[in-house]
């Protein structure tokens, strides 16, 4: 009888504790706001090493070979011509191979694109053909842009043996589109169940049908004295302007389409991408990179996210066009349906703005207090759905990105979104003094 007891106590203790963990994953199931569609990513992210496979003099080349396909980090020191011929020398049969689907891609893409070209510049395509349309963009835009852009570009199209203008065109094509995508930066009383200083995300909506993320790529420049600090851009191939960085100052950047933006926009000035890139290699904090935006003479409309650890210690979103400068800040931004306002919290989801959507809103309000690398990678995200090509975290107080981009396009057309895959954990600082 006393067995029968115990036997009988032990079927019971099994079934309260399965009953218990069933009802206390449909509790948690239910904890997520019913205005997200996305599930969760529930994938840890891996600590990388980056391994050494190859070296150059004034470059080395290190693999991140846990993901597939793997991140290429590469190492560049020196000038600008010589960091672009360290990495045109190193990536070069990356570099051929995605300058030569870059160009096969946009010719069958091109159409979707053309809406948001001026007039002038869709006829150009419409008589020449996507290179017209590139190269009248460099055309447009080369007297604002920084020597050392042409430098760096000559290097590493001397070093990878591709053509130089051919080269230079695929460079103008982010000048030419823009990606919707969603950011934030969380710091103070937004992150003070934590042990953190300040989380910056970066998520990248763009079309994963292309070939770019077969080829993902983080560049860490090395400069000499003179030409700027250590920063790091995410990015692809051979491609030198930024739209995800993060330099040693520490300053964060990134960016999103400012589809509503209804003022002009000229096709003659500074390359965003180049402004954005200009801001990690020589700012060390928001005044001097707020004052580059303020003097540049700017092109796209875009919003530009800008975290500093410096002096500032925040994040802002920048609206940036041609007509003006607005600077978004804890203090002076608005809240509207859908999205909610909290100090030492600024955001912006994937939707054209002021975005009604209240997703992303009610993610911020759910998790308000306690974001981290890992909640905003395996919740935020994924149930947003945001960060279909590429997903970054910075995370300013241990000076670390967490990093993850799509899977290539399958044999059946299928992608694996950089949301749903597993990110890796970089060490900025090991990286910065490599």
Not at 240 to 266: H, L, N, Q, R
Not at 325 to 330: F, G, R, S, T, V
Not at 374 to 401: H, P
């Amino acid at each position: 009888a006393e067995y029968g007891g115990r036997a009988m106590y032990k079927i019971q203790l099994k079934f309260f504790i399965a009953f218990s963990l069933l009802v206390a994953s449909c509790l948690f199931a239910q904890q997520f706001p019913t205005s997200c569609t996305g599930k969760p990513n529930l994938q840890n992210p891996s600590i990388a090493t980056p391994r050494l496979i190859k070296q150059v003099p004034n470059g080395k080349l290190t693999i991140v070979d846990t993901v597939t396909p793997p991140i290429y980090v590469v190492h560049v020191y020196g000038t600008d011509y010589e960091m672009g011929y360290a990495y045109g020398s190193l990536l070069a049969p990356q570099i051929n191979s995605l300058v030569t689907e870059f160009y096969d891609y946009i010719y069958t893409e091109i159409n979707q694109y053309l809406q948001y070209l001026p007039e002038f510049m869709r006829k150009a395509i419409e008589e020449g053909g996507v290179a017209a349309g590139l190269e009248l963009t460099y055309l447009l835009t080369e007297p604002y842009t920084p020597k050392h852009f042409f430098d760096e570009m000559k290097g590493i199209s001397d070093g990878a043996k591709v053509d130089y203008m051919t080269f230079l065109r695929v460079q103008m094509f982010p000048e030419m589109i823009q990606a919707a995508c969603s950011m934030f930066g969380a710091w103070g009383p937004a992150i003070n169940k934590t042990n953190g200083t300040m989380y910056q995300l970066r998520a990248l909506d763009w079309d994963t049908r292309g070939p770019f993320q077969q080829f993902p790529v983080l560049a860490v420049y090395h400069p000499s004295e003179g030409y700027g600090h250590t920063f790091a851009t995410a990015s692809y191939a051979g491609f030198v302007g930024t739209i995800t960085g993060f330099s040693s100052t520490p300053i964060g950047v990134c960016e999103k389409v400012w589809d509503a933006y209804g003022g002009s926009k000229p096709r003659d000035g500074y390359p965003w991408h180049f402004l954005l890139r200009d801001i990690l290699q020589y700012d060390t904090d928001s005044d001097q990179a707020l004052s580059r935006m303020a003097s540049a003479k700017r092109t796209c409309s875009i919003w530009v996210g800008l975290g500093e650890w410096k002096n500032d210690k925040d994040f802002k979103i920048v609206g940036y066009s041609a007509d003006s400068l607005e600077i978004h800040n804890q203090y002076n931004t608005v809240a509207y349906p859908g999205h909610p306002v909290f100090p030492g919290l600024l955001y912006l989801d994937k939707h054209v703005q002021p975005s009604k959507n209240p997703c992303m809103g009610d993610l911020m309000t759910q998790f308000y207090g306690d974001f981290t690398p890992l909640n905003t990678i395996q919740y935020i995200t994924a149930l947003a759905e945001t960060g279909d090509a590429q997903l970054a975290v910075f995370d300013y107080g241990r000076n670390e990105m967490y990093l993850a981009y799509a899977s290539p396009v399958d044999e059946n057309g299928n992608v694996v979104e950089a949301y749903r895959r597993p990110a890796i954990r970089l060490s900025m600082t090991d990286l910065f003094n490599y």
